[in-house]
């Protein structure tokens, strides 16, 4: 269940790995779709966290085209409609994140991603 | 009962007998020889052990959520470290939060999906730290978790429990918000283990303190590793223990 919320705030910890390490890129994914409870409070309070064209590509990447290139000066419910389904009801299942730098690759079985490192890694 | 973080790592001690111990209905079978059930002989009865111990960590997590003093009826982006099999993690769920949590035990997140939690999920050794960007979680709970970083896994240098503890606190430092605060209950075994434990926390760069409930009582007594990030408007003074025996509280 790795939802885009979360992709968006994950970088590579590999040890030494610091620089051009965000966002990790989504290989060979498996994608399911869940509704969530919309909450536009929680949404408004969020959005300055995000790493706005991360998860433009990162929606993309699966498949969802939705959200505006820049992020709009008024949120109102319709763009935090969109918002909400990119942010919290699109799940990873299966696949891997690769870092864009290091190259380590993150797999995803059953909704949950790897993040164990080598002894060499840490 | 020996401590189970002298055992066995927890990813081996949580495995699939003691995960099971964490769900909602028990299969006494699998781990009859463990634990005597004076009612066993009418089976199925609901196993005893277990839910005492979801009992005790649901009012841990309770009173955790309590100590990270958030305002009232906002829904929060939390941080559960350890988080099992979701038993916090439902409380999170009924308290209208959205979640991350992250366990180094395969078999709990394996219940925790079955029991369809609403947080992500993560296979993580909060040892090795976290890749959080900076600022991601308005805060974080742990109930009965990082006493496992105390001991070494392995001879390494990177795996010693102070480099181990090291790694752990500053890369939860950096993934809190500021002002925000983590609460993480634990099972120490010595002064000098709490010693240790705050005081890398301090140098990575948390205020706050130890706060015990029922100090006095050897059943209820409980230890909460209380952190701060920054002060803003937050009270920067450790909050006070619960006094008693913990035997009022229903
Ligand atoms: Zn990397």
């Known amino acids: 269940m790795v939802r885009l919320i979360t992709h968006n705030l994950l970088s590579c910890h590999v040890k030494g790995c610091t620089r051009n390490n965000f966002p990790l890129r989504f290989q060979d994914v498996k994608v399911?779709?869940?509704?969530?409870?919309?909450?536009?409070e929680f949404l408004r309070n969020f959005v300055p966290r995000i790493e706005w064209k991360a998860l433009v590509d990162a929606g993309k990447e699966l498949g969802d085209t939705?959200?505006?290139?820049?992020?709009?000066?008024?949120?109102?419910?319709?763009?935090?409609?969109?918002?909400?389904?990119?942010?919290?009801?699109?799940?990873?299942?299966?696949?891997?994140?690769?870092?864009?730098?290091?190259?380590?690759?993150?797999?995803?079985?059953?909704?949950?991603?790897?993040?164990?490192?080598?002894?060499?890694?840490? | 009962m020996s401590r189970p973080e002298?055992?066995?790592?927890?990813?081996?001690?949580?495995?699939?007998?003691?995960?099971?111990?964490?769900?909602?209905?028990?299969?006494?079978?699998?781990?009859?020889?463990?634990?005597?059930?004076?009612?066993?002989?009418?089976?199925?009865?609901?196993?005893?052990?277990?839910t005492r111990i979801q009992q005790i960590q649901s009012e841990m997590t309770y009173r955790a959520l309590e100590l990270l003093n958030l305002p009232e009826g906002e829904p929060k982006f939390l941080l559960d470290i350890g988080c099992g099999s979701g038993l916090s993690g439902e409380i999170l769920d009924e308290e209208g939060h959205y979640w991350v949590g992250v366990d180094i035990a395969p078999s709990m997140l394996e219940v925790a999906l079955e029991r369809e939690v609403e947080g992500d999920l993560f296979?993580?050794?909060?040892?090795?730290?976290?890749?959080?960007?900076?600022?991601?979680?308005?805060?974080?709970?742990?109930?009965?978790?990082?006493q496992w970083l105390l001991n070494a896994e392995t001879s390494h240098p990177s795996s010693s429990p102070p480099a181990r503890l090291t790694r752990f606190f500053t890369s939860l430092y950096a993934a809190l918000r500021n002002p925000s605060r983590a609460v993480l209950q634990f099972y120490p075994s010595s002064d000098d283990q709490i010693h240790l434990i705050t005081s890398i926390a301090q140098r990575a760069g948390f205020g706050g303190g130890i706060v015990v409930d029922y100090p006095n009582s050897k059943k209820a007594r409980k230890v909460f590793l209380c952190l701060f990030v920054g002060s803003g408007k937050m009270n920067d003074s450790v909050p006070r223990g619960l006094d008693g025996d913990g035997e009022e509280e229903v």
């Open chain 2, 123 to 146: 296979l993580q050794d909060i040892g090795q730290g976290f890749g959080f960007r900076p600022g991601s979680f308005d805060g974080a709970i742990s109930i009965s978790v990082i």
């Open chain 1, 32 to 40: 399911e779709l869940r509704e969530a409870e919309f909450n536009a």
């Open chain 2, 6 to 50: 002298l055992v066995a790592p927890p990813e081996i001690y949580y495995g699939d007998t003691e995960a099971k111990k964490y769900t909602s209905k028990c299969v006494l079978s699998t781990h009859s020889r463990k634990h005597s059930h004076p009612s066993s002989n009418f089976l199925p009865v609901p196993c005893q052990c277990s």
């Open chain 1, 66 to 122: 939705s959200l505006p290139e820049e992020l709009p000066e008024m949120l109102g419910d319709e763009f935090l409609k969109k918002l909400h389904h990119v942010l919290l009801e699109i799940h990873v299942e299966e696949g891997a994140m690769v870092c864009p730098n290091c190259g380590h690759v993150y797999k995803i079985m059953s909704g949950i991603p790897n993040m164990l490192l080598t002894e060499s890694e840490i």
